[in-house]
């Protein structure tokens, strides 16, 4: 699938973007605002989709277009200043108390360690599992299932969840 | 209620959200859901990708290959300046007495003190020293054709050209530079020359002989030019190889090369049965025992005067190969810093 992407196949470019783009929303919205990862998502992959010829392991992809994202978001982070126009947001949703509790729960895992932040995001926002985290992330298994335990943890005294 | 229970279970459902729920995760991950990326829900847009630039990396051997065209037409355009000359131009001295002239003129003789020496250019194609008490005419010079007389006296020649491009005529003979660098003597009776680099040819109407790097050679014109020896033989056998070729034949003479040839002195010993001097079937089984003859070359086809056998078998002595003064690209140097090297 990375070959043929490579060789400039979209629909090929496309399979991945539907499998990959949640790693890479959730390593963008780990440092950005919900908005900004979004948009920064479209460009992430177009960015990718130019440079796949340098690409050398294709079984990389994952890790590879994060480490993109991750530089991406750096950029994007130096020239814009962070906001949240979470107004808009609420105002658009149909549910906008849901949309509020979803971005405390965001902040509060931006709170957390730099450590916990994006492994936190990828599984409870993104729905990865551990194996799927350590491999976009370069992070070992162990690793990984260090820092959920501890990160949820924190993150579970912060919110103060109940069952 | 200890925590432990909750803790073990949500370590589980964390690692693996296929395995049953942990309740406490779970509640986070619907607090977070309107977070979730949807792909099906935002698909990619390709409007974008004009703003992308597809930059296609060029493979490595085409960098390979523009580089290696850029160094030969940069050899190639250095090779032609250098063996360009205008007919008849003069050569520049770089180094001369007080007094003398700044270039060596057509049709003019120079003739050195003893105690003087000079450094001229010879053309574009290298460089010679002229030491004292030397007489030396410049008869023609165009391209790679320059051609001199040296009546007496010694240059130390440095030349990077096509074989042939440079010559001398001596009393006893013509010394051709085939690509090299060499010391050349001339008195009234002999030319001797000694070979750095490369090859040289003596020649005179008798017959011709060639001089690889390291070895030396002397010619009169009375005789066939004589036969390279090297310069690290013992003297005792180059005495025996001159004495030989000035007609001692003698078994005294013969002993002594058989006796004090090495393997490396095995060039002279073929020369010398190529020539038929005294006791050719001696000097040829001596060379059979010091350098085995190849596969299919045998004496006795050496000594029924087959050439192409003697020819194949001199072609496996590790010597320079013949007018290889492109193999010989350090004499193009300055030679202050092609002897460093």
């Given at each position: ?85 979470l ?20 902040a ?26 350590a491999?976009?992330t ?15 943890r ?10 | ?73 940069a ?105 090299c ?9 002999r ?36 036969v ?6 013992s ?48 000097l040829a ?57």
């Amino acid at each position: 699938m990375v070959a043929a992407a490579a060789r400039g196949d979209r629909d090929a470019f496309g399979l991945l973007y539907r499998r990959f783009s949640r790693a890479v929303h959730g390593v963008l919205v780990a440092r950005l605002t919900r908005e900004d990862a979004e948009d920064l998502v479209q460009d992430v992959f177009m960015h990718a989709f130019t440079r796949l010829r340098d690409l050398r392991q294709p079984a990389a992809f994952g890790s590879w277009i994060c480490a993109i994202a991750r530089r991406q978001a750096t950029d994007h982070y130096r020239r814009n200043r962070p906001t949240e126009p979470l107004a808009d947001t609420v105002a658009a949703s149909d549910r906008p108390d849901l949309v509020v509790e979803a971005h405390r729960a965001l902040a509060a895992i931006r709170a957390l360690p730099e450590a916990y932040r994006e492994t936190l995001v990828l599984r409870l926002v993104e729905g990865l599992s551990g194996p799927e985290i350590a491999a976009v992330t370069g992070l070992t298994p162990d690793s990984v299932r260090v820092n959920l335990h501890r990160g949820f943890r924190l993150l579970r005294e912060r919110l103060g969840v109940t069952i | 209620m200890t925590t432990a229970p909750h803790d073990d279970l949500d370590d589980v459902y964390l690692w693996d959200p296929e395995t049953p729920p942990s309740a406490e995760v779970r509640a986070v991950e619907r607090r977070l859901a309107p977070l979730r990326f949807e792909p099906e829900a935002t698909p990619l847009d390709w409007t974008r990708a004009g703003a992308f630039v597809v930059r296609r990396r060029r493979p490595t051997w085409l960098y390979a290959l523009a580089a290696a065209a850029v160094l030969v037409v940069a050899v190639g355009s250095l090779a032609a300046w250098r063996w360009s000359w205008p007919a008849g131009r003069p050569w520049p001295i770089d180094a001369a007495p007080a007094g003398a002239a700044r270039s060596l003129a057509v049709g003019a003789a120079l003739d050195l003190p003893a105690t003087d020496r000079m450094h001229l250019r010879v053309a574009r194609i290298g460089t010679m020293q002229i030491d004292g008490d030397t007489r030396l005419t410049l008869r023609s010079t165009q391209g790679t054709r320059h051609r001199l007389t040296l009546d007496r006296g010694t240059v130390h020649v440095r030349v990077w050209a096509p074989p042939g491009s440079l010559s001398f005529q001596t009393p006893a003979g013509e010394v051709i530079d085939l690509g090299c660098e060499f010391d050349l003597t001339a008195d009234g009776v002999r030319s001797v020359v000694r070979v750095r680099s490369g090859w040289v040819q003596l020649d005179n109407s008798l017959d011709e002989s060639l001089v690889p790097a390291g070895a030396m050679s002397e010619m009169r014109a009375d005789r066939v030019p004589g036969v390279a020896v090297f310069e690290d033989a013992s003297p005792d056998f180059m005495a025996a190889v001159r004495a030989l070729e000035a007609g001692a034949a003698d078994g005294d003479v013969l002993r002594r090369i058989i006796v004090a040839a090495r393997p490396r002195d095995v060039y002279t010993l073929l020369m010398l049965v190529e020539r038929g001097e005294f006791g050719s079937d001696l000097l040829a089984r001596r060379a059979a025992d010091l350098w085995p003859p190849p596969a299919g070359v045998t004496v006795g086809a050496i000594l029924r005067g087959n050439r192409d056998a003697l020819w194949q078998w001199r072609d496996t002595l590790p010597l320079p190969p013949p007018k290889s003064w492109l193999r010989n690209w350090r004499d193009a140097l300055p030679s202050w810093f092609a002897d460093r090297r």
